[in-house]
Structures are given as C-alpha cells and as structure tokens.
C-alpha cells in the first residue's frame, strides 16, 4: 500500500460530461502529480502541485485542470469529454518536488468515456 | 530531461539473478537514475534510486557505470509477483517531472 488513495476507482460517463477525479498523497508528501495511461500512449506527466501551487504542466490539455488544497488533497477535472479521454488516470506524491524524492503512486481511476 | 533506452521485453527464470539495462546516455551530471514498476492493474511502484554510487535495498540492486550514462537493476532472485513492467526515468535538477519511457516487459519462468 503505497498510502495515496484515488477515487473514485472506477468511472464511466458519456461524452461531453464533466468530471471530478480525488487524490489524498500520502502523509507528508507535499507534491502531487496526475498522470494519463492509456492502451496506447503508456504514462503521460500532466500536471505537477507543490503545498498549493501548480509546479509543471505536462502534456494536459485545456479541458482539463487540477488544483491541490489547503489539506493537500488534489483534484483532477475532465471536461467536455471525448472518447479519447478513456484512460487510467493515476496520481502521485512525493515529500517534496526535488530530484532526489522517489514518487509513490495510487491505483488509478478507471475512465471509460461513452 | 534527458531520454532513457531500455529494452522492451525479458525473460527470467524463477530464482535467478534479473539484470534490467538502462541506457541513458544524455544524462546530466545532477539527473538522478529512478527505477520504477508496474504490475499489471496497478499504479507503478517505486523500486529503488540513485545518482553516482551503487544503491541496495530490499527490493533490488541498481549498479551505476562509472561514466553514468548506463544503470542496471538487479533483481537477486526473481520470483513470479516480480513480473511487471520496469521503467527506468532521469530525474533532472531543473525540471520537475518524470516523464516515463514504454519500460521492459519482464516475464518470470516457472
């Protein structure tokens, strides 16, 4: 148990929705990052927090956005969504943003978009 | 951040010795060689870390040559929960993400 939990687990919507994915990073850890797997394009870095603040942007798209709390926890929003946008969406932490802090990652929430 | 090469698929026998190359040849004097892996329907898992020297802990080994532009994790005694996906990422001292390559496929023999 790598203690960062994702939820929901499993999630399926049509398309154009809106939804809402929740990650709490292990305690302690004070960075959050959000990945996209999908069959065909392996892990893709979308975007990276630090204690509140956006730290990297990756390869995420404008119709999505991501915000970490006062608590830490993060969430990852998907908008107008595609059918491309069927992934596994993964978050990690780490104790803090450097080079040197291994990330520990959560089960992934499964996205099928209809 | 610099790229990393690794070969997609391995094989081992169970209980022997597993060495998992990464090359990494564009490597920064600060990157920082993480090793990763993901078993199947889960999220990755962190393996083992290093920079210069040779790291140990209980999952693995990671050998660093001397020149770092190469890493090897070694996994002493393979065992069938050790078939995963391994990926082998540079974690640069200006930016702040890992970015993650398509890994090696290894694939534990009975």
């Known amino acids: 148990d790598s203690g960062v939990t994702q939820t929901p687990k499993h999630l399926i919507t049509a398309t154009g929705q809106r939804v809402t994915l929740r990650c709490s990073p292990r305690s302690g850890d004070l960075s959050v990052y959000w990945y996209q797997q999908s069959l065909d394009q392996g892990l893709q870095f979308l975007i990276q927090y630090y204690n509140g603040e956006e730290r990297a942007k990756g390869n995420i798209l404008e119709r999505f956005s991501a915000q970490q709390f006062p608590d830490l926890h993060s969430e990852l929003n998907l908008s107008s969504l595609e059918l491309g946008d069927s992934a596994l969406y993964f978050c990690a932490s780490s104790v803090a943003p450097g080079r040197n802090s291994p990330l520990h990652f959560g089960n992934g929430t499964r996205l099928t978009v209809t | 951040d610099a790229k990393t090469t690794q070969p997609n698929s391995m094989e081992s026998n169970e209980e022997e010795p597993v060495h998992l190359p990464c090359n990494h040849s564009t490597i920064s004097g600060t990157d920082y060689i993480h090793w990763y892996r993901q078993l199947p329907s889960q999220g990755p898992e962190y393996v083992i870390h290093g920079l210069t020297s040779n790291v140990n802990n209980r999952m693995a080994s990671l050998a660093i040559a001397e020149d770092r532009k190469s890493s090897t994790l070694i996994l002493h005694r393979a065992t069938l929960r050790d078939a995963a996906v391994y990926y082998c990422?540079?974690?640069?001292?200006?930016?702040?993400?890992?970015?993650f390559g398509t890994g090696t496929s290894l694939t534990v023999i009975p």
């Open positions: 990422i540079l974690r640069s001292n200006t930016g702040n993400q890992f970015y």
